[in-house]
């Protein structure tokens, strides 16, 4: 079940009692869950009762050409509405909140509403290029300002693109402020409203913080989504901004609520949200209006959906799986106090189904799994008997994983100190600081990366010893440190076309380079992963030419004829991207081949 | 050792040498070499050394002349002939300063007289007084406190106060000291001596040498079974545990969503929360007939579910990505175990690195270790996962839990998971569980019947309060503190 967030006070008042915090934090949330689920029940079946008797005054077209960039439309009216300063700024955030989940930052969903007493249906929604939209957006009222003072003028525009100004504030309450603000800052001047292009809005948003990440929905599309009233008043241009003319604020009595989406499942939950946590606050508790939406093929739907769905699941598929036993009416009585409907039907076999009516609010219930979690919440996780699953198994580890563990347990023997390193890291990390080339055949490269410390997966260990040693440069001589980690290579036989590779490497650093350290530790460790009474030959080094290490002071370290790992003094150029004053040595090899 | 030797043999006859300074001299040795062999015996008590003080008297540079050439009085007096000289003769014959000083003195010894130009004897010889003394004085012969009087007045003598010693033997006299042994060597071993030797007193007060080992980090083992990651390794082990292949870090959409009824939408599959690739961008392959199955529960559901309604994109599901949880391949373990008939039953764990794209900061990490534990069987219930959570974590020590219902997207129901901290007094989230989602399941060809239990925790948590470490970039990646991997204390998880 999802759950929502609800401040402690509002819920407290909703219920008309308090609870202390004495309470630990689970029965708490237990009412939490609870309450939240009544206070949306209740909603809708009013608002179901209601629903027969209500008249379909106003409707909403859709043009055909929508559905190359935002098909789906639902609209619903909430008359009679008392906003005060509280239900206003919860009403803002409930938008803001489903925006930014469900409506995955309008991707999928964005909602617009609107003061009907401004405007007038029917509603046409259409997609039109963005050259022949032209109106006064929201937030721009206060933009627009000129001034003879230039600077002090686009100081106030500034000001006035603040919140308060998303926020619906009516152009006269605007100028009003804009007014005032301007005989303080002594600009003679004249508000002009403004009114953009659709095409020249979108640029001009690039420079807005909030808009601007929600460009990139409409922006490369030839046809923008437009909703214009009967008078051609464009009341939004979703999902970017809605149109000042029709903007709500404190006074507004009557609410015209419009979801378009790509995705219409989602539209009606958006909507049905809106509608029951909002109609509470209509002159007719619970009413709410609904829209007629008609398809440019002539069909047309009713919303919002505030059907109820009924659900029969048989009683062991609810109480076998949380291992309780209880009788069918014990079970309605639990799903009752979810505030589900829930009743009993007897099957010929002597069996019982629950049947349950699912409420539009309670789009989570997709499965009798969902009617069955209901029952747990109700019944209490912690109240269930425990049992022990009762099949036998025998535990294992992996080869690879365990052959690890003594590797790094015989390095650590050796002296050295065990680091953990990310996997992650920059480009230049794993090439150029190391003086290698990308040939862009071995590293997984992120398309997304927050910064420049993720860019691709490493492919050695080298830079990620290499970055610890310059943490830790000023600790005593000698520093021995190693790693046993992953790698992540392209190719290999795995379906995506990456595998990780398991490397040892070790890192030695004093003030001169520890040459035969390293090699001491390589012989160690090549001659402790012998495998008994297998003769591997003695003579499993032979020369290298690889940037990152020292000309003629480096090696291949070969096993089964295949070259395994190397070794060798640190490049002093590499030593000297890395700031590290002193002579290293290094040794990495794939214990993976070994294994 | 010849000052040793003398100062032991000497006392081996007699009872005492009365002045240090005397016996220095008589050996030919400088007295300071001497002391400190008499300080180092005294502190053996084998000597018994009382200190004096003795005053001592130096010539100065016109003392050790006098001492030689004699005094100038009389020098001056023997340059008087017995019938007289004139002053201006003798004041040519005699050196200036010996003419000066030496007139005056004879004068006042009334050895002389001066009169009308001529100088006269008024005796017929003199003692040379002034150089005996000196020359006493010069051989440390004693001196009458008068005439060092004079002598100094004169300043042909300063004073120099000398520490002596006047020793005896000592409780534990011998007349030869073996010498104290540090350190039992090779050579004492060879040698045999080691049961005649004696040895030093050790002082317990001084630190040991630094100990030359490697350590392990905090998040990894330390020494054997001590280190949080192989405690809770045993613990799966002692549990049946059976451990899953973890080693791809890259992983496709489809195992690491699709498949668990994660729909295409869920806020975890923004770029904002998941690092998706671009090399190796796209999957090679998927088991097309599944992917069929996972596309139509996603769709309109079927298994029992009304599915999520909403149109199915296969490329959302090759989109490759660096997995955000093991349960991809959890996933991956139970598609393979639906494929092998008959159905048996598993125990599975995992702890490895899972990647988030989140801003790293003081409790996150773009990288991170997840730990997670499955079963799988017929009619596994939610009292048997309760029942599974408190034997594990009463073996990492946290007896009290509780559960709260939580929301998860492929398990239902979901549980998070509460612990009673004793130390900070109050209940903290250690961990979530559920179980699989029967639209995850039945696509796979798992049997109806079979549920599978899971649950889940970061390993950087119980390491952070198992240390006390407030900070998770403290205990992972290049900055950390060498000195916080030496000086962290064993992990006594499962010793309690």
Not at chain 2, 171 to 176: I, L
Not at chain 2, 255 to 262: H, R
Request: include cysteine; charged fraction near 25%.
């Amino acid at each position: 079940m999802p759950t929502v967030s609800v401040g402690r006070d509002r819920l407290f008042a909703a219920l008309g009692e308090t609870y202390s915090n004495s309470h630990s934090i689970l029965p708490v949330s237990f009412f939490l869950v609870v309450c939240v689920a009544a206070y949306f029940s209740v909603l809708t079946i009013s608002a179901q009762e209601e629903f027969e008797e209500l008249c379909f005054k106003f409707g909403i077209e859709l043009d055909d050409v929508t559905s190359l960039i935002r098909p789906f439309v639902v609209c619903a009216i909430l008359r009679g509405i008392t906003f005060d300063e509280a239900r206003y700024n919860s009403f803002i955030e409930l938008q803001d909140k489903l925006h930014q989940n469900i409506c995955r930052r309008r991707t999928l969903v964005a909602i617009g509403t609107h003061d009907l007493d401004t405007i007038q249906g029917p509603f046409s929604y259409e997609a039109l290029p963005p050259q022949e939209i032209n109106f006064v957006p929201l937030k721009q009222l206060g933009a627009a300002v000129v001034g003879s003072a230039p600077g002090a003028a686009a100081q106030v525009a500034a000001d006035l693109r603040a919140d308060d100004v998303d926020n619906g504030v009516q152009a006269k309450d605007l100028q009003f402020v804009v007014k005032k603000r301007m005989h303080r800052e002594k600009v003679a001047t004249c508000i002009m409203v403004k009114s953009f292009r659709a095409d020249d809005l979108l640029e001009y948003y690039k420079s807005d913080m909030k808009l601007k990440k929600f460009l990139h929905i409409i922006e490369n599309s030839p046809v923008y989504p437009v909703i214009y009233d009967n008078n051609r008043t464009v009341l939004s241009l979703p999902p970017i901004i809605n149109g000042a003319h029709s903007a709500i604020n404190l006074k507004t009595r009557n609410v015209f609520i419009e979801c378009t989406a790509t995705d219409l499942t989602k539209a009606k939950i958006v909507l049905n949200t809106m509608v029951t946590m909002f109609s509470e606050y209509c002159e007719k508790k619970f009413e709410v209006e609904p829209v007629e939406v008609i398809y440019s093929d002539g069909k047309s739907m009713i919303c919002p959906d505030l059907s109820v769905s009924r659900m029969e699941v048989p009683l062991s598929e609810i109480i076998d799986p949380i291992g309780i036993s209880l009788d069918v009416s014990e079970v309605v009585t639990l799903l009752n106090k979810m505030q589900l409907e829930a009743a009993h039907s007897s099957l010929a076999t002597g069996d019982f189904n629950i049947v349950v009516s699912v409420p539009p609010t309670r789009s989570d219930i997709l499965h009798a799994r969902d009617v069955m979690e209901d029952v747990a919440i109700a019944y209490g996780y912690n109240n269930i008997p425990k049992s022990k699953p009762k099949c036998m198994t025998t535990g294992g580890r992996q080869p690879l994983n365990r052959f690890s563990d003594k590797v790094r347990a015989e390095v650590a023997r050796a002296g050295y100190m065990e680091v953990l390193t990310w996997v992650l890291c920059s480009h230049e990390e794993n090439f150029s600081m190391l003086r290698r080339k990308d040939d862009g055949d071995k590293a997984v490269i992120i398309a997304n990366p927050r910064s420049a410390d993720f860019e691709v997966v490493r492919t050695s260990l080298m830079s990620c010893l290499l970055k610890t040693l310059k943490h830790n440069i000023d600790h005593p001589r000698p520093i021995k440190i190693f790693e046993v980690g992953d790698v992540v290579v392209l190719g290999g036989d795995r379906d995506v076309g990456a595998s990780n590779n398991r490397r040892l490497a070790a890192l030695y650093c004093n003030v001169s380079s520890g040459f035969e350290e390293i090699l001491g530790l390589v012989e160690r460790i090549m001659k402790v992963v012998r495998a008994p009474h297998i003769n591997a030959p003695d003579n499993y080094l032979k020369p290298s030419d690889e940037p990152e290490y020292f000309p003629n002071r480096q090696c291949s370290i070969i096993f089964n004829g295949k070259q395994i790992g190397n070794f060798g003094i640190v490049h002093p150029e590499v030593l000297k991207k890395f700031g590290i004053p002193d002579p290293c040595s290094f040794m990495e090899i794939d214990i993976q081949s070994l294994l | 050792m010849v000052a040793e030797d003398a100062i032991l043999g000497f006392l081996q006859s007699q009872d005492e040498i009365a002045d240090s300074h005397e016996f220095a001299a008589g050996l030919g040795i400088d007295h300071t070499e001497l002391e400190n062999v008499i300080k180092r015996l005294n502190g053996f008590e084998i000597i018994d050394a009382q200190d004096f003080k003795k005053d001592n008297y130096l010539l100065t540079e016109e003392g050790k002349l006098y001492a030689v050439e004699g005094s100038p009085e009389v020098n001056f007096f023997l340059a008087v002939p017995p019938e007289g000289i004139s002053l201006a003769n003798l004041k040519i014959t005699l050196d200036p300063k010996v003419f000066s000083i030496g007139s005056s003195w004879s004068k006042k010894n009334n050895w002389i007289e001066i009169a009308k130009g001529s100088v006269t004897r008024k005796v017929d010889a003199v003692e040379d007084k002034v150089k005996d003394l000196l020359k006493g004085i010069e051989d440390g012969k004693f001196v009458d406190g008068n005439d060092v009087a004079e002598l100094l007045k004169r300043k042909l003598i300063v004073k120099q106060t000398w520490k002596g010693y006047k020793l005896r033997k000592g409780p534990k006299y011998v007349s030869k000291r073996k010498k104290a042994a540090t350190d039992l060597t090779r050579e004492h071993l060879q040698k045999g001596d080691w049961k005649d030797l004696e040895f030093k007193e050790y002082n317990l007060n001084a630190q040991g040498q630094p100990i030359q080992i490697g350590y392990l980090q905090p998040l990894l083992e330390a020494w054997q079974e001590a280190m949080v990651r192989e405690e809770i390794q045993n613990i799966f082990l002692q549990m049946g545990f059976e451990e899953m292949p973890t080693n791809n870090f890259v992983e496709s959409s489809f195992w690491n969503f699709d498949a668990l009824f994660q729909p295409q939408q869920h806020p975890a599959r923004d770029s904002h929360d998941t690092f998706f690739l671009k090399a190796p961008a796209t999957t090679r392959d998927l088991p097309e007939d599944y992917v069929e199955r996972v596309k139509r529960v996603h769709e309109v559901g079927g298994y029992g579910s009304k599915g999520y309604g909403y149109d199915w994109k296969r490329d959302e599901a090759d989109k490759n990505l660096l997995r955000t949880h093991t349960t991809a391949v959890s996933t991956r373990m139970l598609y393979m175990l639906a494929q092998k008939k008959p159905f048996t039953p598993k125990r599975y764990y995992s702890i490895d690195r899972v990647f988030r794209n989140e801003a790293v900061d003081r409790t996150h990490l773009a990288e991170f270790h997840q730990i997670e534990g499955l079963i799988c069987d017929h009619g596994l219930t939610l009292g048997d996962l309760i029942g599974v959570l408190e034997d594990f974590f009463a073996r990492l020590g946290m007896t009290k839990l509780r559960f709260k219902p939580a929301y998860n997207p492929y398990t239902e129901p979901s549980m998070e998971i509460f612990s009673y901290h004793d130390g900070l007094n109050k209940w903290v989230e250690i961990g979530n569980s559920g179980m699989f989602r029967p639209e995850m399941l039945l696509p796979m060809g798992l049997p109806e019947d079979v549920n599978v239990i899971a649950w889940g925790l970061s390993l950087e948590r119980p390491t952070m309060i198992l240390y006390g470490i407030d900070n998770i970039r403290d205990l992972f990646g290049p900055k950390v503190d060498f000195n916080v991997i030496k000086n962290g204390p064993i992990c006594r998880l499962g010793l309690q």
